[in-house]
């Protein structure tokens, strides 16, 4: 059920109240959410099992567990949706709430979402609980200050045994807080960049998600749906479940070892191998840039047929394209860290900052200094 508070009608939004509401079955004894005489099962280490057909055994022996999510301002409403959904799929499955979960605030204020839509946590983080994993579902942009209650309050669930995850720029705040020390983890591409710069001792992949003991990391978009999919399949007797939920939700199974996908050949709308291989190709290798001839010898096609593809798809030549995300790449660094921009130029293969910023102004209408701090001032 979702259910709809009359918000600020000043700013003309809406708080939304998300519950999900299964019926108990016939005869069964109604508990009520109160975390102190909860009994919840520990999720354990997942198991790199073969996959089995879909059976029904053994889903109505799970055990209750329970999952937090903590909402920041400016959090990613879509990965909070990817994450509870084959929850309440799960659920609907077994007939009763095998998974109970909750929304935490910092506060007991509402919590808007990065695309303005506010949602009413359930508790506040001074309300305490019991949980068995608790995330993080991450904002953008990602704040720099005024988040140390928050990174008290992921430690004292770390003391308590809880296993923590990061949603989207969730990984953000465990790195912040220590948590994520040892542990390897992912985070939206946009900020891994951020993420090494800030910690270069975590150990940070490009994977949808990663499971490390008890660490639950994603990147954004609807891998949280792959994670928590991966989660229910964990605990014995749940196989079957995670693969039915699958069914009702998506049509295919992604595994964890699967790369994010990159923007930049989802921004230049590349549907051919062998162009999507080049454009990927031109990613790998940003900091000394290719000839057009060398990147034809690595396809092992002509460079007259590399040409012909990129003028036909993107109608563009292939020294444009290359330009561009090198270009693209140089302002990811610039928003998303604190690189030096002689570092900025050299990372993306430019000769001199002369050539980088008139590049760069033709490309984007904007100096690359005025740009970086065009996108901080907006933080």
Request: charged share 25%; hydrophobic share 40%; aromatic share 8%.
């Amino acid at each position: 059920m979702l259910s709809m508070n009359e918000g600020s009608k000043s700013s003309g939004m809406v708080a939304l109240r998300l519950r999900v509401v299964i019926p108990d079955p016939p005869h069964a004894r109604r508990q009520r959410l109160k975390y102190p005489h909860l009994t919840s099962a520990k999720i354990p280490p997942v198991p790199q099992a073969p996959e089995t057909p879909p059976t029904t055994e053994g889903i109505h022996d799970l055990r209750t567990t329970r999952y937090g999510f903590l909402l920041l301002n400016d959090f990613s409403l879509i990965a909070l949706s990817a994450a509870v959904d084959p929850l309440r799929i799960a659920n609907m499955i077994v007939g009763r709430r095998v998974y109970e979960y909750q929304l935490i605030g910092t506060d007991h204020e509402v919590a808007r979402s990065s695309d303005g839509i506010r949602v009413v946590p359930d508790i506040a983080m001074s309300d305490g609980g019991a949980f068995d994993a608790v995330f993080v579902v991450g904002p953008n942009p990602i704040p720099r200050k005024g988040i140390g209650a928050v990174l008290d309050w992921l430690r004292l669930q770390a003391r308590h045994g809880v296993a923590l995850g990061g949603l989207d720029t969730g990984s953000y705040f465990l790195a912040r807080a220590g948590l994520l020390n040892g542990y390897r983890c992912t985070i939206h591409w946009e900020d891994q960049d951020a993420l090494v710069e800030h910690f270069p001792r975590l150990t940070v992949s490009n994977r949808l998600y990663e499971v490390d003991r008890d660490r639950y990391t994603c990147s954004g978009g609807i891998a949280p749906l792959d994670l928590m999919v991966h989660l229910l399949g964990a605990a014995p007797g749940s196989r079957s479940l995670a693969a039915r939920v699958l069914e009702l939700l998506v049509a295919e199974r992604r595994s964890h070892e699967q790369r994010q996908r990159t923007s930049l050949r989802q921004y230049m709308g590349a549907e051919h191998a062998k162009l999507e291989e080049a454009l990927q190709y031109m990613e790998s290798n940003v900091e000394e840039a290719l000839s057009v001839a060398e990147i034809a010898a690595y396809l092992q096609v002509s460079q007259r047929q590399l040409e012909r593809w990129f003028h036909e798809r993107l109608g563009k030549t292939p020294a444009q394209a290359y330009i561009e995300i090198r270009l693209l790449r140089a302002r990811q660094l610039l928003y998303r860290t604190s690189t030096p921009l002689e570092e900025v130029c050299a990372r993306t293969g430019f000769a001199s900052t002369t050539h980088f910023a008139t590049r760069y102004k033709a490309q984007f209408q904007i100096s690359p200094s005025a740009d970086r701090k065009r996108y901080q001032n907006a933080l």
